[in-house]
């Protein structure tokens, strides 16, 4: 009589399962992370981590690869965060939800969730003890869509780069307050208007909304609008934020021209 092997079933079902996503978002990062910018293929990789990261939270409660979920008001408000593969430096916040881009109309409508504050709550992950950096210095952006690699919708959160910050910079020292004004000079021959807000945090406050709103008296393809917000200090010990918008085509990423190399200058 010949008696076959069996193996024995595990105890811990709910770890192997997650040990099984583990590596299936391995595979998704490498697949992120090798994506040529402007490549056609490979434009779902972003969504793919953030699926195996909600899987890995409903099965352990964990976030890997990303660094949180956070599905609290449920996935469909909810979002992730995590850096991403093989950069030194900078976030990304994601919906938990499949949002494209930024054309979506569903970003401005009333009620949409906050991404934008969500992503400003998120700098603490700049930290690696988890402190959020200082108030000026860190920004929050959006790439158009002939600018983006990913077709899911991602803030980046960073620190400025040196130039724009001392643009941002002499722009808050003597703009209006709550106005859109066309910002003094390009960003690598990108141009922006800008408004000034007071104020120390982003909540009910909806860049996606309040972009298209700096051509009052024109149709934006929402489509091609970039949007930033530029944490900024202000005179008399105050603190509050420059949003950014663009609606030039042309393929301006973000990462180039806002975006410092590195975490330490948001000192």
């Known amino acids: 009589m010949i008696h076959r092997a069996t193996r024995a079933p595990s105890r811990f079902p709910r770890l192997a399962a997650s040990r099984r996503f583990a590596l299936l978002c391995v595979g998704a990062a490498f697949a992120f ?5 402007g490549a056609g293929v490979g434009r779902g990789a972003l969504w793919r981590v953030v699926e195996v990261c909600l899987l890995n939270h409903a099965l352990a409660g964990g976030a890997f690869p990303c ?67 200082p108030h000026d210095g860190v920004v929050l952006a959006v790439n158009s869509r002939p600018s983006r690699t990913q077709d899911q919708l991602h803030i980046h959160i960073g620190c400025l780069s040196s130039s724009a910050r001392r643009t941002v910079e002499a722009f808050a020292a003597a703009a209006p307050v709550g106005r859109w004004v066309p910002l003094s000079r390009p960003f690598h021959g990108l141009e922006f208007r800008a408004r000034l807000l007071v104020r120390d945090n982003l909540v009910g406050v909806n860049p996606f909304r309040l972009a ?22 202000l005179p008399r010990a105050r603190e509050g934020f420059v949003l950014l918008a ?14 410092a190399r590195s975490e330490s200058s948001c000192r």
């Open 33 to 37: 992370a090798a994506e040529p910018a």
């Open 67 to 133: 660094l949180e979920v956070n599905v609290s008001a449920g996935k469909a408000r909810g979002y992730a965060v995590l850096r991403p593969p093989l950069s030194a430096s900078g976030l990304i916040l994601a919906p938990t939800r499949r949002i494209a881009g930024v054309e979506d109309a569903s970003l401005a409508a009333p009620g949409a969730p906050n991404y934008f504050e969500d992503a400003w709550r998120a700098r603490k992950f700049l930290d690696a003890e988890g402190e959020p950096p």
């Open 212 to 233: 298209p709103e700096a051509w009052p008296h024109s149709s934006v393809d929402r489509s091609l609008l970039t949007i930033a917000a530029a944490a900024v200090s």
């Open 246 to 259: 663009s609606s030039q085509s042309g393929r301006h990423s973000v990462e180039g021209f806002l975006l």
